[in-house]
């Protein structure tokens, strides 16, 4: 069997289509939705994940500020630049990119968040109202991954997912959506991680595969199901001298062995990575329509 290729880069265009609209009814109450990122030093990964997110603005004519502050950037001067994002008029969203250096504390920038602006859906407020299966702004890689379920129709509800990777950003919340007695959600979630024991077994029993640990090309074909739907997450970077960026990026997922077994699968790149973008746009638009309304 030969999968069907999951295209992120064209459900993220859909995702986008769907928020003009939405844009433009803002336009005409004088709305033009705004979003602010801060890249604390100069990791060169940070700086074109940060650059792509301005461009995403750009196509859809949202205001976008790309703040930008040496490494030695005390946690005080990034808890004030964050308090005058909070109040600025023209920003709806403040994203503010990790890893940040040592001397900053990232669960200390979080909470210093307005959560009605916390477009990663990372403040201790949304990650409680997602557990609580409320409406809040969700973390745009998990809510990209039910949207391409969503697209595909393939309805994880009284399916088996297993999610291998427990990280706040991905692994966490993609299970706490997946378990929710909800529309798109109703499946029954093991995660699994660096420490399980038999983790081939439980990879095994998965309908659907969520691999978000990290580590280029783990997941064997061994270890999937034949007709599982296989998301791959992993953005790893390998090297590669015969391409001219001297490496390439790769999954989390063998892609040419898995994809003969599996019946959907991410291709990376071009699967669940533009849909992380798409859903940071969309969580925009919603901040600022939730902002503006509250008169
Ligand atoms: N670093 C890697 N991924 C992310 C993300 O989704 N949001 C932020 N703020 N930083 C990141």
């Known amino acids: 069997m030969n999968a069907q290729l999951i295209e992120g880069k064209v459900v993220a265009k859909s995702v986008r289509s769907g928020l003009k609209p939405r844009i433009a009814a803002l336009k005409e109450r004088g709305v033009t939705p705004g979003l602010a990122t801060v890249l604390v030093g100069d990791d060169p990964a940070s700086a074109i994940y940060v650059n792509s997110k301005i461009k995403a603005c750009e196509r859809l004519k949202l205001h976008s500020e790309a703040i930008q502050r040496p490494a030695e950037l005390t946690q005080a001067e990034l808890l004030k630049l964050v308090s005058d994002l909070n109040e600025d008029k023209n920003i709806h969203g403040i994203l503010v990119q990790s890893p940040l250096p040592d001397q900053i504390d990232e669960l200390t920038v979080t909470l210093a968040i307005d959560p009605r602006k916390d477009v990663d859906g990372f403040h201790p407020f949304n990650v409680g109202l997602m557990l609580l299966g409320r409406p809040g702004l969700l973390p745009c890689t998990p809510h990209g991954i039910i949207k391409l379920l969503e697209h595909y129709e393939i309805n994880p509800a009284g399916k088996e997912v297993v999610v291998v990777g427990r990280s706040n950003i991905v692994g966490k919340p993609v299970a706490a959506i997946l378990q929710q007695k909800a529309k798109m959600a109703d499946a029954t979630v093991t995660v699994a991680h660096s420490r ?28 999937v199901q034949p007709g599982a739907v296989i998301i791959d997450v992993g953005q790893n970077r390998v090297e590669d001298s015969s391409v001219e960026k001297g490496y390439r990026v790769v999954g989390d997922v063998d892609f040419p062995q898995v994809q003969e077994v599996a019946s ?31 008169g």
């Open 196 to 223: 399980s024991k038999n983790l081939a077994d439980i990879c095994r029993r998965a309908d659907i595969l969520i691999a978000a640990v990290g580590r280029p090309a783990m997941i064997t074909v061994d270890m």
């Open 264 to 294: 959907y699968i991410t291709p990376v790149p071009g699967g669940v990575g533009p849909m992380t973008i798409a859903m940071l746009m969309s969580n925009t638009v919603a901040a600022a329509e939730s902002i503006t309304s509250e």
